[in-house]
Every structure is written in structure tokens, then in C-alpha cells.
T-cell receptor, first 115, second 115 residues
Framework: EAQVTQNPRYLITVTGKKLTVTCSQN?????MSWYRQDPGLGLRQIYY???????DKGDVPEGYKVSRKEKRNFPLILESPSPNQTSLYFC??????????????FGEGSRLTVL | AQKITQTQPGMFVQEKEAVTLDCTYD???????LFWYKQPSSGEMIFLIY??????QNATEGRYSLNFQKARKSANLVISASQLGDSAMYFC????????????FGSGTRLQVQP
């Protein structure tokens, strides 16, 4: 089954304790991206990757890191989480071919609470 | 920069009636795609419908249709014969086919279908 898998789905942590949210896709997609969703703001892009070893900032990258060492994985790293990073996080992927619509396939979301 | 505007924070509709969710967008890109996603209370993002900027005809997918008016930069979602299961948050989004190819989301419309 084609899917984007995120872990953990739910996490409560404390300020300053490093954490990683994993994301893996099995569709051989070139493009991967992280979004955060906050009430009234829709989804905003944090980081994206066009392919292996190619990453770049989205609209709200502060406080986050990513890496793309393998095509299928795109982890999101919070080196020193703060309460304003409490949010619902989505990983998404898509093909990056001219003939595609560019539909993004989303993971199920990871709800993070930073105390 | 791209921008998506959804002016209806919440909508009510009676079961079996049709409803239109508004979406306007702004972009300087000549080529782009427009998407609608549904987010039920369980949180996952479900792709509903896609419209390419060069598509001549409005997109349809079952009970969903996209009323695309390029000159007015609007991409309204029409749901026919509403069902109780349609109660959810709906997001309009746009993706440029150039640059970082981010999917830019509106703030969403919460639809409640009443029996």
C-alpha cells in the first residue's frame, strides 16, 4: 500500500529535550516536505527536499532541522523544542515530474506538545 | 508570493443539499495547480480534487466539483448532495510548478452537515 508513515503520532515533551519525528514514504517520490498546522493558519511549510541531499527552507524553518540521506526518509529534528512548537505536524511527498499534477500525499500527522 | 484566501471560517448545510466553499488565490506564476483537501476530526489530510491552471474544463470527482474561474482567480469547491460524513475542515491549496513547489494552504473552512 502506498503511504507516508510518520512516527510518533503523539508526543508530549519538555522544553529543550531534543526530539526527532521520522517520515518514510514507499512511493519513490523525489519531493518531500514538512508542514505544521496551527488553528486559523492552515498548514505552513517548514522545510522541503527536492531529492536526496537537497533540502531547503520553507516559510517557518526556525527551530527545525531536516536531513535527506535516503530517498524514502525525511526526518524532522527539533534540537531544543520550545512551547511555540506545539503543533500538528505533517510530512508529505510527491513526484517531481513535469507530467504530474504535483498532488501531495500526506502522512497521518504527528501531534506534538512541548511543555 | 502565493496566497490562498478562504473567507468562510465555518459553514452549515442541510443533509442532501449542495454547498459551495469559497477560495480565491493570488499568484504571479503562469503555471500552477489548485487542490482541495478534506481534514476530518481524526486529523488526516484527504485529497479531494485537482485543477490545473491550463485545464479548460472544471474538474469533477464524484460529488465534488471545482468551479474554476481563472480571470477572477477563484477555485470554489462544490459538494453536491451533502452527507453527514462530509462534516470536516476543508482546505484550498495551490502549488506552483516552479521554484520550491510549496503547497500553499488557505486557513480552511469548517463544514458542518446537519440532519
Amino acid at each position: 500500500e502506498a503511504q507516508v508513515t510518520q512516527n510518533p503520532r503523539y508526543l508530549i515533551t519538555v522544553t529543550g529535550k531534543k526530539l526527532t519525528v521520522t517520515c518514510s514514504q514507499n512511493m519513490n517520490h523525489e519531493y518531500m516536505s514538512w508542514y505544521r498546522q496551527d488553528p486559523g493558519l492552515g498548514l505552513r511549510q517548514i522545510y522541503y527536499s527536492m531529492n536526496v541531499e537537497v533540502t531547503d527552507k520553507g516559510d517557518v524553518p526556525e527551530g527545525y532541522k531536516v536531513s535527506r540521506k535516503e530517498k524514502r526518509n525525511f526526518p524532522l529534528i527539533l534540537e531544543s523544542p520550545s512551547p511555540n512548537q506545539t503543533s500538528l505536524y505533517f510530512c508529505a511527498s510527491s513526484y517531481d515530474r513535469a507530467e504530474d499534477t504535483g498532488e501531495l500525499f500526506f502522512g497521518e500527522g504527528s501531534r506534538l506538545t512541548v511543555l | 508570493a502565493q496566497k490562498i484566501t478562504q473567507t468562510q471560517p465555518g459553514m452549515f448545510v442541510q443533509e442532501k443539499e449542495a454547498v459551495t466553499l469559497d477560495c480565491t488565490y493570488d499568484t504571479s506564476d503562469p503555471s500552477y495547480g489548485l487542490f482541495w483537501y478534506k481534514q476530518p476530526s481524526s486529523g488526516e489530510m484527504i485529497f479531494l480534487i485537482y485543477q490545473g491552471s491550463y485545464d479548460q474544463q472544471n474538474a469533477t470527482e464524484g460529488r465534488y466539483s471545482l468551479n474554476f474561474q481563472k480571470a477572477r482567480k477563484s477555485a470554489n469547491l462544490v459538494i453536491s448532495a451533502s452527507q453527514l460524513g462530509d462534516s470536516a475542515m476543508y482546505f484550498c491549496a495551490m502549488r506552483s510548478f516552479t521554484g520550491r513547489r510549496a503547497l500553499t494552504f488557505g486557513s480552511g473552512t469548517r463544514l458542518q452537515v446537519q440532519p
